[in-house]
Structures are given as C-alpha cells and as structure tokens.
C-alpha cells in the first residue's frame, strides 16, 4: 500500500506597523493676516490640521498666531526664533494635539542658544490615539521658557509628562482639565503660576525620580487627589500661602521627598510613606500653620520624617492628638534653625507638633572698620549687618581689665553695612560690636 503525503504549503503575511511619517509645516506669515486657517500663512500653503502633520515656528520670531476655530496635529515645535523671542499661540479654538506612535514631544521649544519664550494662550486637548505618554520639553538653550498661560484650558485625555531637556522652565500658568490622565513632573524646572488651577482636575500630579515643582500660586489639586511620588530625589516647592487644596501625599517605595515650605498651608491632605525618607524644611519667615490631615490611619513603613527649621506650634496634625499614633510620632526627626535635635517633640490636644528649640544663632561679624572723623574727635564704627539680627556697640579704655561702656544697643541689623559714630575722649579707646 502506498502512502501519499500531501504537503500542503501556505503563505505566511507579516504585518508590521509604522508610524505614519511626519509632515512638517512651517510658519511662512504671508497670508495677509494671522489666522491659522489661512493657508498663505503656512508652507506651500498646506494649513496643518490631521495627527500626521505638525505645526512650528521654524526661524519666525515674535510672532502670534491666532488659532481661529479647531484644529488636530501631531505635534507642535518652536525653534530658532532669535535671542529674547516670544512666539503666542492664541484664540477662540481648540488645537488638539494627537501624538500618535512617535515618541517625541507633542510641545518643543527648541529654539538656539539664546534662548525664547513660546506662549500657549489658546485651548489646548493634548490627546495620543496610540496610547502612551506624551511629553513637553525645551531643548537647546537652558533660557528657554514654555508658559501655558492663563487662557489657556488645558485638557489631558493621555499622561502629560515634563521632560528635562535643556532645561530652562515650564510654567503652568493655566486651567487643568482631565478625568482620564495625570500629569507626571519628570523635570526639576516645572513652576505653577498665579493664575494656576487645577482644583477641578480628577487626576493626580505624579513625580518622578529628581524632579520639582514650584507652585508661586494657584490652586493646586483638591481633596480627593493625590501629589504621588514615584521616584527618589524629588522636590514640592511651596512659595505660595494657602495654595494646597487638600491633596494628599504618598511616597511609594524607597523614596525621599522633599516638601520645602516657604509659605503657610491650611489645608494639606494626609502623608503616607514606605521605606523613604519625606523631608519638611520649613523657612523661618513661616509663622503661620502648616497643617496636614490626621494620618493616623495611614500605615507607615520603616522611613521617617525629618523637619528641618522646626518652631513649635506651626506643622499640625490632625485637630487633636489623635492625629499621629504614638509609632508614627517615633519616626520623626526634628531639628531647630541651629541644627540642634529636638528632643522632647510631642502632638499636643490641637494636633501641633511642640518642643523645646533653643534662640537663634546670631550671624557672625566680619571685619570691622574704625575711622577718625571731625579732627579726631570722633571715630566711626563700621561693619556689615545681616538682616533679623540685633546689635550692641561697646568701647573700653583698657583692653585687659575694662570695663565696657555701651555706645549703642539694640540696633536692628538691615543687610548692609552699618555705621555707629562716637565721641573720642580719651587717649585710646578699644570697640567691640556683638550680635544678639
């Protein structure tokens, strides 16, 4: 019996996907006027309007364009517009922005190395039809600034990252809106403006690994949101009074974070790390309260919290002394303006973080200069003040034995030099000038 094989054969297709290429289109302005719309004011009178085809301002400075009704493109770059430039993009239209499958910044401020600004003043829905993450970033000069300014209503339906770049700064200046997609501060140069807001935005701000924020104003985030730390070295910049409303801050894993309050906030969420190491350096010119949920029911893990500058009755808890648990009180390391620990730190029945701290370390004085005025019968007394110290002024004929005699005191030191003039009286005299 023969046995007949029948080999049957088959074609196998590959299907591979590519990234749609890219077409560039350049700013041309000869249209006659500045709308967006009128194809003379683009490059082979092409108006840029689908995700495969990006708009820039290649080589044009100080120029506005008025963004006149909607339009969609992939990405958008500025570059090379001459030292000191401000090129505005602005108006009654939506520009979407669809970044697609290529990995490149759907915002660019690329310009030489003189640096320029690049001022989106229009609505912006910053969008990926392929998924993923979509990045804004300066290149190529370190003074390059991108300012989401304040009509600006910036919508996010995919991650909005800050990419480090060259640098420079990234200031949101503007309204957030968003229920599908956080914006992730990868960069150490992001700033939120005074006109700022993302109360009403139903996502997180997530930071990476070396990264800041500055918030000079605003309202940042609500209640029900979250500042999340996902990465180590990373910095949240308080300049602004009361300018938190309500976010919570969770540190994920070995992270150390630093929260830098250089003005009061009334209403900071819970704080919830793991194994790093959160840092509040409060500035002395903070009198008012910090004042953080009661975190006793957050579960801590094996890190601390370290609060540098530390004044009693500032940072709280809570409103009671529930606000910390007696375990998560033990992980705190405080240290006073002279770098002194505290050693009795404690929650009192109003949720306030108490201790004892010793006075402040008067600065040291430099050089101080002495000069005969008036004949010789005068000298002046001269030296260099800082400012929140207080001075004496004291002279001596005999500088082994004494006494002392007060020439002035409690002189309030300005920053700058100060100058004392007393009457000479006898055959010598000795000065001595002390801070307190």
């Keep these: 019996m023969k046995t007949q094989v029948q ?8 299907v591979m996907l590519f990234a749609m290429p890219v077409q560039a289109i350049n700013w041309a302005g000869s249209g006659g006027n500045n709308l967006w719309s009128t194809p003379g004011n683009w490059a082979d009178d092409n108006v840029p309007d689908n995700n495969t085809e990006s708009a820039a301002f290649v080589g044009a400075a100080n120029v506005a364009i008025n963004v006149d009704t909607n339009f969609t493109i992939q990405y958008y770059a500025d570059g090379y517009g001459g030292a000191g430039f401000t090129n505005t993009l602005y108006g009654a239209g ?8 290529n990995y490149y910044p759907c915002i660019l401020n690329a310009t030489g190395p003189d640096g320029g600004t690049l001022r989106l003043n229009c609505d912006l829905i910053i969008t990926n039809s ?3 993450a979509t990045l804004v970033r300066n290149d190529n000069s370190s003074g390059n600034v991108t300012v989401f300014d304040s009509y600006c209503d910036l919508t996010i339906n ?10 420079g700064s990234i200031l949101f200046n503007n309204t957030f809106s968003s229920s599908l997609a956080n914006l992730v501060i990868g960069s150490d140069n992001v700033v939120f403006g005074a006109d700022h807001s993302s109360s009403s935005f139903g996502r997180d701000i997530v930071f990476n690994a070396n990264s800041k924020l500055a918030v000079d104003g605003g309202t940042v985030l609500a209640a029900f949101r979250k500042f999340q730390v996902n990465g180590t070295d990373s910095e949240l910049e308080l300049n602004s009074e009361n300018a938190l409303n309500g976010p919570n801050v969770i540190v994920s894993g070995s992270s150390d974070f630093l929260i830098d309050i250089n003005a009061a906030q009334d209403d900071i969420g ?4 793991y194994d790093g190491i959160v840092t509040l350096d409060l500035d002395a010119a903070v009198t008012n309260v910090v004042a953080f949920d009661d975190s006793s029911a957050q579960t801590w893990g094996t890190g601390g919290v370290v609060i540098s500058n530390f004044m009693p009755n ?8 529930n606000g910390l648990t007696s375990s998560q009180l033990a992980s705190f390391s405080a240290y006073d303006v ?5 050693s009795d730190l404690a929650i009192d029945s109003s949720g306030y973080l108490t201790g004892t701290v010793t006075p402040p370390a008067a600065s040291p004085i430099g050089d101080i200069d002495l000069e005969l005025i008036n004949g010789g019968d005068d000298v002046t007394i001269t030296w260099s003040s800082t400012g929140g110290d207080s001075y004496s002024v004291s002279n001596t004929a005999d500088l082994v034995d004494g006494p002392w005699a007060l020439v002035a005191a409690g002189l309030a030191g300005t920053g700058s030099s100060m100058v004392v003039t007393d009457a000479v009286d006898q055959v010598q005299s000795f000065y001595r000038v002390y801070a307190q």
């Design 94 to 101: 939506d520009l979407t922005i669809d970044r697609g499958l």
């Design 130 to 132: 392929a998924g993923g």
């Design 7 to 14: 080999l049957i054969t088959g074609i196998l297709f590959a």
């Design 338 to 342: 002279n770098g002194i620990e505290v």
């Design 270 to 273: 819970y704080l919830k790390f």
């Design 158 to 167: 995919t991650t909005l990252q800050t990419s480090q770049g060259a640098g």
């Design 314 to 321: 500032i940072i709280r808890f809570g409103t009671d002394a």
